[in-house]
């Protein structure tokens, strides 16, 4: 994908191109973190033909709040997903600009569950957007289930956001998220106490978005450390035997290596 979200598909042999879709963002906003696209994501339905339209598909966000579902042989739009190919994101308040709030990174598929994150302003507001994660339908893109990292009892905040690719386990079920700060970056005195889930590695049920374990990597954050490397899903030999990891890489230069069920360090 381009930075203006463009999808190209190319022959891997010869670089040719076989399809480009354009969604024609507005070029008119002024998007906080620039016109950026980190990548899509590929996903087949294996419920429908062989020959069905949109079997295959490529799911995109977008810079002007989207999620688009293609068709992963032509790339046309799955008629079949929200309205026309497409579901537009509600950023859960007004938005101080268009640009202020962006899904930037791919969205990840599992259990047949399309699950998004945002990038959203730093350091404009106290009360600022929510950094919920969303998931729809694969299939409809009809809303399944939405998940506030941030507790907020008792703290005026938005934010924690996930911005960083997410990744998953599909045998598990489960979906990893690296939050982010809550807002604003650089001053706490209206988000007292730990400001738990931000600054956090998290687990949550695929399907339902049901909290499974977050281990939190910094304690009320006031530098700006938002975890910012997806998750890194390895099996390892601990010297006890093999087991199951999340790796998670930081701002701070620290590696936390977690438990994949319980989000207990291993070391």
Not at 38 to 46: A, H, K, L
Not at 72 to 101: H, Q, S, Y
Request: a negative charge.
């Amino acid at each position: 994908c381009s930075p203006f979200n463009e999808v190209i598909a190319l022959d891997p042999g010869s670089g040719a191109q076989k399809w480009r879709f354009d969604p024609k963002i507005s070029t008119s906003q002024r998007p906080a973190n620039r016109y950026n696209c980190r990548g899509v994501t590929y996903w087949v339905d294996d419920k429908a033909a062989e020959t069905a339209t949109c079997r295959a598909r490529i799911f995109m966000g977008t810079n002007d709040t989207r999620v688009i579902a293609l068709d992963a042989k032509t790339g046309t739009p799955c008629a079949d997903f929200g309205t026309n190919g497409e579901v537009r994101i509600d950023t859960g308040m007004p938005l101080e600009w268009p640009g202020e709030f962006q899904i930037t990174s791919p969205p990840v598929v599992a259990r047949d569950v399309v699950i998004i994150g945002s990038a959203i302003s730093d350091n404009r507001r106290v009360e600022a957007p929510p950094g919920t994660v969303r998931a729809f339908d694969a299939r409809t893109g009809l809303p399944r289930w939405s998940f506030d990292p941030l507790l907020r009892e008792g703290i005026v905040a938005g934010h924690a956001n996930v911005w960083a690719p997410m990744s998953v386990d599909e045998a598990r079920g489960l979906v990893f998220l690296p939050t982010s700060s809550p807002s604003p970056d650089f001053w706490g005195g209206k988000r007292p106490g730990n400001n738990e889930h931000a600054n956090s590695v998290m687990a949550l049920r695929a399907e339902t978005g049901g909290l499974v374990w977050s281990y939190q990597t910094v304690h009320h954050d006031v530098w700006d450390y938002d975890l910012p490397a997806q998750p890194t899903l390895a099996r390892i030999d601990t010297g006890e035997g093999a087991r199951d990891v999340v790796i998670q890489l930081t701002k701070q230069g620290f590696v936390f290596v977690l438990d994949r069920d319980t989000g207990k360090p291993v070391w």
